[in-house]
C-alpha cells in the first residue's frame, strides 16, 4: 500500500508540546505572560502526546490492519526499536538518582523499581511510575497501548460520520469517569487539587495506563475522521482554529476546574480539532509546518524522555557557573536541551534503531 503522506504541522506542534513540558517542569509559568496559563498546565501536553500517538499510527497503520496486512509482530518489533534506545539512554542518564530513589522507597521497592523500569513496566505501579526518570512513565503506558493497537487498527472503516461521532463521544465520556470519581469521592483527602498535590490515588490516575488509554483510542478512531474529510477542507482549517483557541480558554480558566478532570479527558475532543485541523492544508497547517518546527520537532520524544535527567545533571555539575553562563540561565539550558535531544536524535536513536532491526532480521 502507498505510504501515507507526511503531516509536517503535527510533527512542528510537537515541538510545542516537548518544550511546554519541559517549561512545565524548570520554569516559572509567569515568565511567558499570556500563555502562562498553558505552561502552568504542561501536564496536558502529555494527554496531547498520547491522543496524536493514537492518531498517528491509525493513519500510517489502519489501511494495512483493515486488508490483513499488518504483521503484529513486526509492528511490534518497529515500536521497539523505535522508543527503546533513547529511552535506556535516559535510564544510563539516571544514575545519579539512584542513590535518591534508594532512600525514597523501602528495600523491596526500590528493587521492583530497578526491575521494571527497563522492562517499561514501573508505570503499572504507582509509587515507582516515576522511578529514575520522572517522564519515563508515559513509554510504560505507550507500550500497553502499542501491544493493544493491532486489533484497534482492524476496526471497521466507518461508512457515515454521525454514527463513528457518538462512538468518539462515548470514548469521552468514559475517559472522564476516572477524574470524575476523584472529585466526587476525593480519596485522597486533599482540600485544593491542582498540579502540585500529591496522595496515592491520584498517584494511580496520574501516571497508570488505563486512566490514560480512553485517550490513544479517541486518537486511533480520530484518524477515521481525518480519512473522511478533504485536505483541502474549509472545515479543517476552522477545526484547528476551533480547538486551538478552546483549548487556551480552557487551560486559561484551570483554577476553576477541577484538576482531576483537566488532567486528561477534558481536552480530548480539542485536541482532536487541533489535529484535525493542522492534518490538512490550509495557512494554519503551514504556520505549524515550516521547517524549523518541524526540525525541532522530530527530536520531540528525545526532548521529552531526556529533558529531566539531562537538566538535573547540567545544574548538579554546575556546567554553567564554570563557563560563566550562569546569568543566561534557564534559557541556555532550554538550547542546551534542544541541541543534546538533536544530538541524540541523529546520533543515539536512529543509529541505533538501525543496528536493532539488523539483528532482529539476523535472529529471524
Not at 24 to 32: D, E, G, I, L, V
Not at 286 to 302: Q, T
Amino acid at each position: 500500500m502507498r505510504r501515507p503522506a507526511r503531516l509536517d504541522a503535527l510533527t512542528g506542534l510537537r515541538c510545542f508540546a516537548a518544550l511546554n513540558i519541559v517549561f512545565f517542569h524548570f520554569s516559572n509559568p509567569q515568565w511567558f505572560g499570556i500563555l502562562a496559563p498553558i505552561v502552568n498546565a504542561g501536564y496536558a501536553s502529555v494527554s496531547f502526546f498520547i491522543l496524536l500517538s493514537g492518531f498517528v499510527l491509525a493513519y500510517n497503520y489502519a489501511g494495512k490492519a483493515r486488508t490483513g496486512e499488518l504483521d503484529k509482530v513486526r509492528f511490534w518489533e518497529a515500536r521497539f526499536t523505535r522508543i527503546y534506545p533513547i529511552y535506556l539512554l535516559s535510564l544510563l542518564l539516571a544514575w545519579s538518582v539512584v542513590p535518591v530513589e534508594y532512600a525514597a522507597h523501602t528495600h523491596q521497592g526500590f528493587w521492583w523499581g530497578m526491575v521494571l523500569t527497563p522492562l517499561l513496566l514501573q508505570g503499572w505501579i504507582p509509587p515507582l511510575a516515576t522511578f529514575l526518570n520522572t517522564p519515563a512513565w508515559t513509554m510504560s503506558a505507550e507500550w500497553f497501548y502499542y501491544v493493544l493497537f493491532p486489533w484497534m487498527a482492524r476496526w471497521k472503516r466507518p461508512e457515515r460520520l454521525t454514527p463513528h461521532l457518538g462512538k468518539m463521544l462515548a470514548v469521552w465520556m468514559l475517559g472522564l469517569v476516572p477524574g470524575t470519581l476523584y472529585v466526587i469521592f476525593n480519596p485522597d483527602g486533599i482540600p485544593h487539587l491542582d498540579r502540585w498535590s500529591w496522595g496515592p490515588w491520584l498517584q494511580a490516575l496520574k501516571y497508570t495506563p488505563i486512566p490514560h488509554l480512553c485517550s490513544f483510542i479517541f486518537g486511533v478512531l480520530l484518524a477515521s475522521v481525518d480519512e473522511m474529510i478533504g485536505r483541502t477542507s474549509r472545515l479543517r482549517l476552522a477545526l484547528g482554529v476551533f480547538g486551538l483557541a478552546t483549548t487556551f480558554t480552557i487551560l486559561s480558566l484551570a483554577a476553576h476546574i477541577p484538576y482531576a478532570l483537566i488532567h486528561d479527558g477534558l481536552l480530548m475532543p480539542f485536541f482532536g480539532c487541533m489535529i484535525l485541523g493542522l492534518a490538512g492544508n490550509n495557512w494554519l497547517a503551514h504556520a505549524f509546518g515550516v521547517p524549523p518546527l518541524v526540525f525541532v520537532g522530530e527530536a520531540s520524544y528525545c526532548l521529552y524522555l531526556l529533558h529531566f535527567n539531562l537538566w538535573n545533571i547540567i545544574h548538579d555539575s554546575h556546567i554553567l557557573n564554570y563557563l560563566g553562563l550562569s546569568p543566561l540561565d534557564p534559557w541556555i539550558s532550554y538550547a542546551l536541551l534542544i541541541g543534546m535531544a538533536l544530538l541524540a536524535l541523529h546520533f543515539v536513536e536512529k543509529p541505533a534503531q538501525r543496528q536493532l532491526r539488523k539483528w532482529l532480521s539476523v535472529w529471524k
